[in-house]
């Protein structure tokens, strides 16, 4: 007996059978579009934003990063390359909020075509045994069958339930304002994200200190730091310039901060300029722009005369505060090319106190009010770098420069307003007293007001998911055994807050009332017949 040889090759693939991970796409997709998912995804925002409320981020306040940075020089540069001091801008945040964002799109909309659907259905035929739901009883009544359902759905009707008749049955439903609720709260969840979303794209702010007399406009090029979305041009800021005129700082009686407001003049260029008042939690709002003042401190002025008699009167720099409880603050004072040969280059670094009080040689402040200010300045001559192409805060000196030599210290003194120092080369530098700045914040979000409808709208529908319910009533009937009459079947489902026994007895109640007051109709009587 011949036995043919055994085929080694693998059989080839059907033409139908599914090919491996083709369903993979569409499970991922459904599990990403779950309500738990879309849960868990805003449960994970709302957590990825606590960062953001306990650590100073540069887009509200660049001074209180750098205040962080000295005070945790080893924690703050982890933090920084986690980008916790930019959580709203950091690409985590924003994978959350795209997911999050996604999740609730194929989440919603899915669910509000079946909403629409539901709402344009009628409601669903009574189940076959009414006594097994939880809220269910009979009602005996002489009315006809007919009769006592017209009772009831008159009765149910002027409860503002939908009402289908079938033959010896009623189905009633109200409610689904409770489900537009839920899904009008989604819908608004979707906007908010949206307005946000725009805000970021279309949206920029920008930081700056401005001494009292000066001022700025809206250009990138005038702020010390900005940031703007990515569909943002210069072009497209708006022509405003701010002048600070006067600036007022209120303290309590434990010399913490009350208040500080700002008397302002502002316009677009060429035109005429407007006065208002800002504070912190007041600012100018003009059409989606919004001017903010966000700190304060102070400007210590000097005059400097060089030995040629050349001088610079009364100039002002902003010392930035290195202590908020007493307002010491830190800057200096950069002189380029003050010389006639135009490459002698002096700067001053100084430390104001604006209640100041000298221990031990060492100048500190015991007070944030300028009850007695002073200063203590270092003199430097020699090459600031300004020129190097490195970019240098203007607010203090390179460091590099003094370590290198090419920047040298040639005096010091401790300074009351009024009084002066004379370096060994007859420069004299005098103190001649301070002005206050504040620190602007300009900031352009074009979805504020999407937001703010967003917003509204959201609570509108969390309200209404929460305080609505969904119910329906069935009712039924049959003969009642003996000498006639019917039997009213009647039985309600809930769905929503509360208890719906207390409700359902009402209904009874009322229901058994109008039965007991209605009598049966006669029946009609038979025409005479004509012989």
């Not at 040969?341 to 060492?362: H, I, M, N, S």
């Amino acid at each position: 007996m011949l036995v043919p040889p055994r085929d080694t090759r693998a059989p080839a693939p059907s033409p139908s059978a599914p090919r491996r991970g083709a369903g993979l796409l569409p499970r991922w997709w459904r599990r990403l579009t779950a309500m738990r998912t879309a849960i868990v995804l805003l449960f994970l925002l709302a957590l990825a934003a606590v960062p953001g409320s306990l650590l100073p981020q540069r887009s509200l306040s660049q001074n209180s990063v750098n205040q962080y940075f000295i005070e945790h020089p080893s924690l703050a540069p982890v933090l920084d390359r986690l980008y916790l001091f930019d959580v709203f801008s950091s690409p985590w945040f924003a994978a959350v909020y795209l997911l999050l964002f996604v999740s609730l799109i194929g989440c919603v909309l899915p669910r509000g075509l079946e909403h629409y659907r539901a709402m344009r259905a009628a409601p669903p035929p009574a189940p076959r045994n009414l006594l097994r739901l939880p809220d269910s009883g009979q009602l005996p009544t002489v009315l006809p069958a007919e009769q006592a359902l017209d009772v009831v759905e008159e009765e149910l009707r002027v409860r503002r339930f939908r009402v289908v008749r079938r033959r010896g049955e009623l189905s009633a439903e109200k409610g689904y304002l409770k489900e537009t609720g839920n899904l009008l709260f989604h819908l608004s969840l979707v906007a908010l994200l949206l307005g946000l979303a725009g805000g970021k794209l279309w949206g920029y702010e920008g930081s700056i200190l401005v001494t009292e007399g000066q001022g700025f406009c809206n250009s990138f090029q005038q702020y010390d730091t900005y940031s703007a979305g990515p569909l943002v041009d210069s072009g497209d800021l708006t022509p405003l310039c701010v002048d600070l005129e006067d600036f007022r700082a209120e303290y309590e009686d434990n010399l913490t901060a009350a208040s500080f407001t700002a008397d302002i003049g502002y316009g677009a260029p060429g035109e005429e300029s407007r006065t208002t008042t800002i504070g912190v939690n007041d600012p100018l709002r003009l059409d989606g722009d919004r001017v903010y003042t966000t700190g304060h401190g102070f400007s210590p002025t000097f005059t400097v005369t060089r030995p040629d008699g050349t001088s610079l009167d009364d100039v002002s720099v902003p010392f930035l505060p290195s202590d908020q409880a007493t307002m010491a603050s830190q800057g200096a004072l950069k002189v380029p090319d003050l010389g006639p040969d135009g490459e002698d280059q002096f700067a001053v670094e100084g430390f104001f106190a604006p209640t100041g009080l000298v221990q031990g040689g060492v100048l500190t402040s015991v007070d944030p009010r300028p009850l007695a200010p002073q200063v203590a300045i270092v003199a430097y001559q020699g090459y600031l770098g300004l020129d190097s192409g490195i970019p240098q805060s203007v607010y203090s000196l390179d460091a590099s420069q003094i370590d290198r030599g090419r920047l040298t210290e040639v005096g010091s003194a401790n300074l009351s307003v009024g009084e002066s120092t004379t370096l060994p080369d007859g420069t004299t530098i005098a103190f001649t007293g301070y002005r206050q700045f504040a620190a602007f914040q300009y900031s352009h979000d074009p979805g504020q007001l999407w937001v703010l409808g967003s917003s509204i709208a959201l609570l509108t529908g969390l309200l209404g998911m929460l305080l609505l319910r969904r119910e329906r009533v069935f009712a039924r009937t049959t003969a009642a055994p003996g000498d006639g009459g019917t039997v009213l079947t009647l039985a309600s489902i809930t769905r929503g807050s509360g208890e719906n026994a207390p409700r359902f007895a009402a209904l009874t109640d009322d229901l058994s009332d109008a039965l007991s007051s209605r009598r049966p109709a006669p029946e009609p009587e038979d025409p005479p017949r004509v012989s």
